[in-house]
C-alpha cells in the first residue's frame, strides 16, 4: 500500500509539475488587435475577419490576436470608421459610401452600372486596381487611414413591395439608402425618393411603413429578415456590394515591415476565399427565404430593362465627376478601362 501511495504521489507531483510546464509555455499574444463589422456575426464580414484572425495568429505563430466585434458592438458603420481614423480601433470595414461625405472620390463604388455583369471580373479589378490601391488609397492616407483591400460582397438586390422593371417604377418610392450623396442622385435619377438610415433602422421602418423598398445582398436582406416586410426581390445588377478594409496609419506605420508585409499579404491572399464564401452564402440565403416566404417573387431584369436604368445612371456619372474635380474624375476613367480590360482578358 505504501508503494502504492508513493507512486500515486509522484503521478500527482509529476502531473502538476507538467501542468505547470504547460502553463509557463503557453505565451500570451503580442499584439492584441481590435477589428470592427458593419454587419452582423454569419455575414460575409465576419467570415472574412474570422479567417484573417486565424491566418495572422497562424502566421505570427500566435503572436497576433484579433478580436472581432459585429455591427453594433461598437456603434454603426460611421461610428467605427470614426474610430478607426482615431486610432481607438486598428481595423474595420468600411462601406466606401460611408466615407463619400469625407472622401468624396470614395463615392466612385456607388455608381451604377460602371462595373462588369460577371462578378468575377469585378474580383479580379478589386484585387489588381492601380485606381483603387495606388490613386484612391492615397486620398485615404491623407484621413489617416489606409485603405487595406477592397472587395464585393455579390450583387446588390433590390426589395420592394411592388414589381420594379423601368425607372417609372420607381416613382414615389422611398428607399432607403445610407449616406452616399452618389447614392441619393443614382435613386432620384430614377424617380425614386432616397431616404438615408442606419442598417439598424431598416426592418421597423419597413414594417411602419416609413420606407417602400431597400438594397442589400442576398444574405443581408435574409439575416436581418427584411423580406419579411417586402413582396419583390429585384436583379438588376446595378452595383455589386462593395466593401472595404482599413486600417489606421499611424497603427501601421509603427509596425515593424515584417508585420506590415504580414497584414497587406494576408488581406490579398483572401479574395480568392471570400469570393467563394459570398457566392454559397447568397446562393444559400435565397434558397432560405423562398423557402421561409414562397410568396415572394424573384425578378430578374432582361437586358434591355437593364439599359433603362444604365441610360438614367450614367447621367450621375457625370455629376460624380463635376463633383470631385479632375482628380477624382480621372481615377473613374482608369477604373472604367481597368474594367473594360479585364472584361476582354475573362473573354479570351
Known amino acids: 500500500m505504501r508503494k502504492i501511495y508513493q507512486v500515486m504521489i ?3 507531483v509529476a502531473v502538476m509539475m507538467f501542468g505547470v510546464f504547460n502553463i509557463g509555455t503557453v505565451q500570451a499574444a503580442d ?54 481614423m482615431n486610432g481607438i480601433l486598428e481595423f474595420a470595414f468600411s462601406t466606401p459610401s460611408w466615407f463619400a461625405t469625407t472622401i468624396p472620390e470614395a463615392g466612385l463604388f456607388s455608381l451604377h452600372y460602371i462595373w462588369s455583369d460577371n462578378l468575377e471580373v469585378n474580383k479580379y479589378v478589386m484585387e489588381n486596381s492601380e485606381a483603387i490601391y495606388q490613386d484612391l488609397s492615397s486620398i485615404y492616407n491623407d484621413k489617416g487611414l489606409k485603405l487595406l483591400q477592397v472587395f464585393h460582397e455579390g ?51 419597413l414594417q411602419l411603413n416609413m420606407i417602400d423598398a431597400q438594397v442589400q445582398p442576398y444574405f443581408a436582406t435574409q439575416e436581418m429578415k427584411f423580406y419579411e416586410q417586402q413582396d419583390y426581390l429585384i436583379e438588376a445588377k446595378q452595383v455589386p456590394f462593395i466593401t472595404g478594409v482599413i486600417i489606421n496609419q499611424n497603427f501601421f ?14 488581406s490579398r491572399e483572401m479574395t480568392d476565399y471570400i469570393f467563394e464564401v459570398q457566392k454559397d452564402l447568397n446562393a444559400k440565403r435565397l434558397d432560405m427565404m423562398l423557402e421561409d416566404k414562397p410568396s415572394l417573387e424573384v425578378i430578374r431584369l432582361k437586358e434591355e430593362e437593364r439599359q433603362e436604368f444604365a441610360k438614367k445612371a450614367k447621367t450621375v456619372w457625370e455629376s ?3 463633383d470631385v474635380g479632375e482628380n477624382g474624375a480621372e481615377i473613374l476613367e482608369k477604373l472604367l478601362s481597368e474594367i473594360a ?3 476582354e482578358r475573362f473573354a479570351e
Open 341 to 343: 480590360e479585364a472584361e
Open 155 to 205: 450583387w446588390q438586390v433590390w426589395t420592394a413591395n411592388k414589381p420594379i422593371r423601368e425607372p417609372k417604377d420607381f416613382e414615389g418610392v422611398k428607399i432607403r439608402v445610407m449616406g452616399d450623396p452618389i447614392l441619393i442622385k443614382n435613386y432620384q435619377a430614377y424617380g425614386a425618393n432616397a431616404v438615408r438610415l442606419a442598417y439598424s433602422e431598416i426592418y421597423s421602418s
Open 10 to 12: 509522484f503521478s500527482l
Open 320 to 322: 460624380y465627376k463635376n
Open 253 to 266: 506605420n509603427n509596425l515593424s515591415e515584417e508585420y506590415q508585409n504580414m497584414i497587406i499579404n494576408t
Open 31 to 84: 499584439y492584441n488587435w481590435k477589428f470592427a463589422l458593419e454587419e452582423i456575426e454569419g455575414s460575409v464580414q465576419h467570415e472574412w475577419a474570422l479567417e484573417f484572425a486565424r491566418r495572422m495568429e497562424e502566421k505570427s505563430d500566435g503572436a497576433v490576436n484579433i478580436d472581432i466585434y459585429p455591427y453594433g458592438a461598437l456603434g454603426t458603420s460611421g461610428d467605427i470608421s470614426e474610430q478607426t
